[in-house]
T-cell receptor, first 111, second 113 residues
Framework: AQSVTQPDIHITVSEGASLELRCNYS??????LFWYVQSPGQGLQLLLK????DTLVQGIKGFEAEFKRSQSSFNLRKPSVHWSDAAEYFC?????????WGAGTKLIIKP | ETGVTQSPTHLIKTRGQQVTLRCSSQ?????VSWYQQALGQGPQFIFQ???????GRGNFPPRFSGLQFPNYSSELNVNALELDDSALYLC????????????FGPGTRLLVL
C-alpha cells in the first residue's frame, strides 16, 4: 500500500541555521512527490514537486528537495532558515487521482 | 488569475445536522478534490470530481457526498454530522490533463458539538 512517513513530529532550528526535513515513501511506480507548507489555521501552499528528470528540485522561498530512489526518500532542505519559515511541512505522494500525505513535521525556529 | 476560494471559513454545527461547504476552483482548472484534516494530522482524501462526476473516493462513508458544477466549482455535503467530523476541510483544484498538481484553498474549519 502507498504511504508516506515523516519521522520527525517536531524540529527546532536556530534562525540562520540549515534545515533538513525527512520524508520516506512507499509506492510501486515512479512517484510524483510534493512538499507543501501550512501556516497555523491556513490552507496548504505548494513548495515544490518532483515528477521526473533532475533529482534535485528547486522550490519557492529558497527550499530544495532531493529525490533518492534507492532510499525511497524526498528530503526537504534549506540552507538558512528565517523566523517566517515556522510552520508545518507536509510531504505527499501522488497516487492516481489523490495525494497521500505524511503526518507532517512542525518546524520551530529559535531566535 | 484567481486562486482557490472556500466558504464559509468557520462553521459550528450540532451532532446529527447537515452541512454544505463550498469551493471555487482556480481559473483554468477542471478538477476538484476534497480532503479532511483532523487536528495534528495530515489531510485525508475524501473524493475528487471531474466533469461533474465523482472520479475517485477515499475511505469515507456515503454520508459524505459532493457536487461539481459546470463552472467547476464544487460542494461538499455531510449528513448526520458526528463529533469526529470536526476538522479542517480543504478543497484543491487541478487540471486533469496536466501534471495533476493540486492547489489548495484556505479551508473551512468545522466544529461539531
Amino acid at each position: 500500500a502507498q504511504s508516506v512517513t515523516q519521522p520527525d513530529i517536531h524540529i527546532t532550528v536556530s534562525e540562520g541555521a540549515s534545515l533538513e526535513l525527512r520524508c520516506n515513501y512507499s509506492y510501486g511506480a515512479t512517484p510524483y512527490l510534493f512538499w507543501y507548507v501550512q501556516s497555523p489555521g491556513q490552507g496548504l501552499q505548494l513548495l515544490l514537486k518532483y515528477f521526473s528528470g533532475d533529482t534535485l528540485v528547486q522550490g519557492i522561498k529558497g527550499f530544495e528537495a532531493e529525490f533518492k530512489r534507492s532510499q525511497s526518500s524526498f528530503n526537504l532542505r534549506k540552507p538558512s532558515v528565517h523566523w517566517s519559515d515556522a510552520a508545518e511541512y507536509f510531504c505527499a505522494v501522488g497516487a492516481n487521482y489523490q495525494l497521500i500525505w505524511g503526518a507532517g513535521t512542525k518546524l520551530i525556529i529559535k531566535p | 488569475e484567481t486562486g482557490v476560494t472556500q466558504s464559509p471559513t468557520h462553521l459550528i454545527k450540532t451532532r446529527g445536522q447537515q452541512v454544505t461547504l463550498r469551493c471555487s476552483s482556480q481559473s483554468g482548472h477542471n478538477t476538484v478534490s476534497w480532503y479532511q484534516q483532523a487536528l495534528g494530522q495530515g489531510p485525508q482524501f475524501i473524493f475528487q470530481y471531474y466533469r461533474e462526476e465523482e472520479n475517485g473516493r477515499g475511505n469515507f462513508p456515503p454520508r459524505f457526498s459532493g457536487l461539481q458544477f459546470p463552472n467547476y466549482s464544487s460542494e461538499l455535503n455531510v449528513n448526520a454530522l458526528e463529533l469526529d467530523d470536526s476538522a479542517l476541510y480543504l478543497c484543491a483544484s487541478s487540471f486533469l490533463a496536466g501534471d495533476g498538481t493540486q492547489y489548495f484553498g484556505p479551508g473551512t474549519r468545522l466544529l461539531v458539538l
